[in-house]
């Protein structure tokens, strides 16, 4: 069984930076994607950012140029370095890590990130 563990939230003024960080503990030999994830009250969870094993990256459009999801392969992370923030990026973010196949899929507790104008 997978554990993901998320930090580094917190609150922000509008333009700040945060780097929020994912660390799976267990055997993740069968995953393929992590994904960053929000939800803002009263709205659905949303796709933010999605790295592969092979390194391929996207973003939602609202956050390309000002989002940057890594992966450390040898710690099991997942990072969302968060820069330029603006306060409709207010939301509780989590981690999301699966195969291809969503055979297994696994979700983080999820981590507050406010944005204050």
């Known amino acids: 069984q997978v554990q993901l563990v998320e930090s580094g939230g917190g609150l922000v003024q509008a333009g700040g930076s945060l780097r929020l960080s994912c660390t799976a503990s267990?055997?993740?030999?069968?995953?393929?994607?992590m994904d960053w994830y929000r939800q803002a009250p009263g709205k659905q969870r949303e796709l933010v950012a999605h790295i592969t094993s092979g390194g391929t990256t996207a973003y939602a459009d609202s956050v390309k140029g000002r989002f940057t999801i890594s992966r450390d392969n040898a710690k099991n992370t997942v990072y969302l370095q968060m820069n330029s923030l603006k306060p409709e990026d207010t939301a509780v973010y989590y981690c999301n890590f699966r195969s291809f196949s969503y055979s297994v899929d696994y979700w983080g507790q999820g981590t507050q990130v406010t944005v204050s104008s």
């Open positions: 267990g055997s993740i030999f069968s995953i393929n994607v």
